[in-house]
């Protein structure tokens, strides 16, 4: 599996129009794109940061799993999504080696990518995303 | 204030004889090294992904604020780390503007970089570090 990038952090907030103005004028980013993914319940924002987005993610509704992330843990980063080549291939290529997949095959998630999750009991906790440009 | 990639991510793990694996099989990282960080009560194994590193954190004490997090919230993302030109100077640039600072100077972190930590009240939950290379 070749991951080439760290293509972007999710990051759980309750309210993107509260979270969007610390990211701006605090840490000097700029917020280039605000997109409602409806298959995740999430309305996201975007910052690039070198080679990585931040996703802000703020719930859509209070069913959704980032909703009750933040209901479990508060606000703070997500998920993390690594940008690989041939995500099908390393879906089951991970598979094959005993990794539990959220995602069976990939789907299609914000910024027009195909993404899939693995499961954080099989990654030490940490909730990860292969993905690709179609 | 200029962030200009992702440093690394921090990534709490009880024991880094076991996730090492993870990330080296399943994820076709390279382990390139490990250090022991006695001011922060960790040992730290180091993977590279493009721009970014991820960064593991095994506690090397159980009273540490590693094993702590991992007591309350369990194995995952533990913080983030942009790099920033002028460390002292973005540390009182966001200081200025009311951001709670764990560290009100820079310390001595692993590979040799300038540190500090904001408090995650003032970042949405985000443990955030700011670092520089010496």
């Given at each position: 599996?070749?991951?080439?990038?760290?293509e972007?952090?999710?990051?759980?907030?309750?309210?993107?129009?509260?979270?969007?103005?610390?990211?701006?004028?605090?840490?000097?980013?700029?917020?280039?794109?605000?997109?409602?993914?409806?298959?995740?319940?999430?309305?996201?924002?975007?910052?690039?940061?070198?080679?990585?987005?931040?996703?802000?993610?703020?719930?859509?509704?209070?069913?959704?799993?980032?909703?009750?992330?933040?209901?479990?843990?508060?606000?703070?980063?997500?998920?993390?999504?690594?940008?690989?080549?041939?995500?099908?291939?390393?879906?089951?290529?991970?598979?094959?080696?005993?990794?539990?997949?959220?995602?069976?095959?990939?789907?299609?998630?914000?910024?027009g990518?195909?993404?899939?999750?693995?499961?954080?009991?099989?990654?030490?906790?940490?909730?990860?995303?292969?993905?690709?440009?179609?």
């Open positions: 599996m070749n991951l080439t990038h760290i972007h952090i999710g990051i759980a907030v309750k309210n993107l129009d509260e979270a969007i103005p610390y990211y701006e004028t605090i840490l000097g980013l700029k917020c280039y794109a605000i997109e409602e993914v409806a298959d995740q319940k999430v309305k996201t924002a975007f910052f690039k940061v070198g080679q990585t987005k931040l996703e802000l993610l703020e719930p859509t509704d209070a069913n959704s799993p980032v909703a009750k992330f933040i209901e479990k843990r508060g606000e703070g980063i997500h998920h993390l999504a690594f940008a690989v080549e041939g995500v099908e291939k390393a879906l089951q290529e991970v598979s094959d080696k005993g990794v539990r997949l959220i995602d069976k095959i990939p789907r299609p998630g914000a910024e990518l195909n993404i899939a999750f693995l499961h954080p009991k099989s990654t030490f906790g940490v909730l990860t995303e292969l993905c690709e440009k179609k």
